[in-house]
């Protein structure tokens, strides 16, 4: 049974940076795409990035150019890098796998690691 896990979560400035983890337990990340989820508070979740099985990526219009998505499959783990953090980016964000593709769904999901973005 597949278990994801995030963390790196903190309390950072604004224009500061993070790298958020999202590693697996139970079962191998590999052959998985990976998908990065956002959720602000009192709003709803929302996708902010993709990778694929063989590293393809792709960000949202929100954290483009600010975020990037990266795995190692031999660590079991995908990675979030979080720069120039705006307040905005401020909220809980969760690893999801899917075996099908980025939109199509996915099956398995972590607890999330919350991000608070202020001076």
């Known amino acids: 049974q597949l278990q994801l896990v995030e963390s790196g979560g903190a309390l950072v400035q604004p224009g500061g940076s993070l790298r958020l983890s999202c590693s697996a337990f139970g079962s191998s990340l590999g052959g998985n795409f990976i998908g990065w989820f956002h959720q602000a508070p009192g709003r709803e979740r929302e996708a902010i990035s993709c990778i694929s099985s063989i590293g393809i990526t792709s960000h949202a219009d929100s954290v483009k150019g600010r975020f990037t998505t990266s795995r190692d499959n031999a660590k079991n783990t995908v990675y979030l890098q979080m720069n120039s953090l705006k307040p905005e980016d401020t909220g809980t964000y969760y690893c999801?796998?899917?075996?099908?593709?980025?939109?199509?769904?996915?099956?398995?999901w972590g607890q999330g690691t919350k991000v608070i973005v202020s001076s």
């Open positions: 999801a796998r899917s075996p099908w593709g980025c939109r199509i769904g996915f099956d398995s």
